[in-house]
């Protein structure tokens, strides 16, 4: 067995498995944020960015997003674009904690709608876990696009003519 085909194989299986581990993570994310989404646009608007109006209509279209994201990470259809949008998401999570730790703001991260319990804000073991779910996203999106631009097609693949 040939050394390049046997890392090739070591790495398709730890792409599948961040793919599998992160889907699960963000459509788990969604489904309890839509068990009370009111309670996610009031965390939402804890972080003192937005208005509750816009905090209201940014919660529901989050709780999708994660969902289909979440879901295109498992079945490979449109999970480029998928990681991407996913990848700017967690820029801007990331930019939110950020400023709301430099601004001594106690809150809950929002992160799976209270699911997760959390006493007073954690935000260095939030900060960390984003990181790691960005560096996970990076891995599979580095390639992915790698694949495609290999392959000479567009994002998920499909060609620009």
Known sequence: MDENGAAMRLLGGVEIGLRAGLGAVFVY????KAGNPARFAGEIAAY????QGVATGLALALIGLEWVCGVALWTRWGYRGAVGVLLGLMGVFLGALITAWA????????????????????YGMW??????????????????????RREGGGVDG????
Request: with cysteine.
């Open 103 to 122: 601004r001594g703001l106690s809150l809950d991260c929002g992160c799976f709608g209270g699911a997760v319990g959390s006493v007073g804000a954690n």
């Open 48 to 51: 003192h960015l937005t208005s």
């Open 158 to 161: 499909m060609h620009a003519d």
């Open 127 to 148: 900060i960390g876990r984003d990181l790691l779910i960005a560096a996970g996203l990076g891995a599979i999106g580095w390639r992915a696009w790698r694949g495609a």
């Open 29 to 32: 994310s969604g489904w309890v």
